[in-house]
T-cell receptor
Framework: DTGVSQDPRHKITKRGQNVTFRCDPI?????LYWYRQTLGQGPEFLTY????????KSRLLSDRFSAERPKGSFSTLEIQRTEQGDSAMYLC??????????????FGSGTQLSVL | KQEVTQIPAALSVPEGENLVLNCSFT??????LQWFRQDPGKGLTSLLL?????REQTSGRLNASLDKSSGRSTLYIAASQPGDSATYLC??????????FGTGTLLAVQP
């Protein structure tokens, strides 16, 4: 168990550019979540996958955002045509459904995005 | 729509004090509730998970209680230490474990 890994840790980009973040969950975990957190606020749910299926998306996830989990392992979150309002910490979390305490979420350290 | 409120927003205590952090939520139809700790610029660490059928959970110096019907949870920290300084977040979860977070309580324990 090496924990949830996110890459990169920090990303600075100019408005209008596209960015992509990667999340590697704990290896046997079948659920993967993306959250967004701005300064002084709690994390806000964006979307989640069970294996490779994307089962729910928040209204926060505009059409500029897309997430994939192609083989049910790692996931990517892409933001197209970034805006300054996209600046936030993007957090990934995973859990294992079907085991005791399956609902316990394990979070990565996040990707801090700054849009200039 | 679930809304979560945490009181107080910030708390500063001397080392050794016992303290209570409060969490209230509007929709009592939850499956569980988790308490997390977040250090500055870092991700979240799960502290305690309480199932909806449970009243409390304990881990070391931490004890979390849940009163689902009244929409309240408390996190009790015994004998606080400077290393406990962090933001504490509560999050009730629904069937898909989509967590709704409060804004947190920023705790500072003074040596």
């Amino acid at each position: 168990d090496t924990g949830v890994s996110q890459d990169p840790r920090h990303k600075i980009t100019k408005r209008g550019q596209n960015v992509t973040f990667r999340c590697d969950p704990i290896s046997e975990h079948n659920r993967l979540y993306w959250y967004r957190q701005t300064l002084g606020q709690g994390p806000e749910f964006l979307t989640y996958f069970q294996n490779e299926a994307q089962l729910e998306k928040s209204r926060l996830l505009s059409d500029r955002f897309s997430a994939e989990r192609p083989k049910g392992s790692f996931s990517t979150l892409e933001i197209q045509r970034t805006e300054q309002g996209d600046s936030a910490m993007y957090l990934c979390a995973s859990s294992l459904v079907g085991r005791e305490n399956a609902e316990k979420l394990f979070f990565g350290s996040g990707t801090q995005l700054s849009v200039l | 729509k679930q809304e979560v409120t945490q009181i107080p927003a910030a708390l500063s205590v001397p080392e050794g004090e016992n303290l209570v952090l409060n969490c209230s939520f509007t929709d009592s139809a939850i499956y569980n509730l988790q308490w997390f700790r977040q250090d500055p610029g870092k991700g979240l660490t799960s502290l305690l998970l309480i199932q909806s059928s449970q009243r409390e959970q304990t881990s070391g110096r931490l004890n979390a209680s849940l009163d689902k019907s009244s929409g309240r949870s408390t996190l009790y920290i015994a004998a606080s230490q400077p290393g406990d300084s962090a933001t504490y977040l509560c999050a009730p979860g629904g069937a898909t474990n989509k967590l709704i977070f409060g804004t947190g309580t920023l705790l500072a324990v003074q040596p």
